[in-house]
């Protein structure tokens, strides 16, 4: 399964960008989907996952602000995020598996088995 992730960029702080991920194969509608992200010289976090196309989990992080969605029309996973800060600059990478995670695992890495290459978000304040 083959992952690409578009949208990243420069944005001010308070503002708002939109990621894509774009995914061959596998349908958006079935198994997990996810986004991660990673700041220089931090680990990986979390940031939100969709199963099945709606159940979404948000990290605590980014609830109220961040959404995830899957438009099956488009085979497209996408983070819209609002009210950006500083602390969201990162590179964020969309992730996927087959299964439908329960509970916590959702939030791990190690549950996915196919990754894209990663788009930099920066917030500039």
């Known amino acids: 399964v083959q992952l690409v992730e578009s949208g990243g960029g420069l944005v001010q702080a308070g503002g708002s960008q939109r990621l894509a991920c774009v995914a061959s194969e596998r349908r958006v509608s079935t198994g997990t989907w996810a986004w991660f992200r990673q700041a220089p010289g931090q680990a990986q976090e979390f940031v939100a996952s969709i199963k099945r196309g709606q159940y979404t989990t948000y990290a605590d992080s980014v609830k109220g602000r961040f959404t995830i969605t899957a438009r099956n029309a488009e085979n497209t996973v996408y983070l819209e995020m609002n009210s950006l800060k500083d602390e969201d600059t990162a590179t964020y990478f969309c992730?996927?598996?087959?299964?439908?995670?329960?509970?916590?695992?959702?939030?791990?890495?190690?549950?996915?088995?196919?990754w894209g290459q990663g788009t930099q978000v920066t917030v500039s304040s």
């Open positions: 992730a996927s598996t087959y299964s439908g995670l329960v509970g916590i695992l959702q939030q791990r890495a190690d549950q996915y088995a196919d």
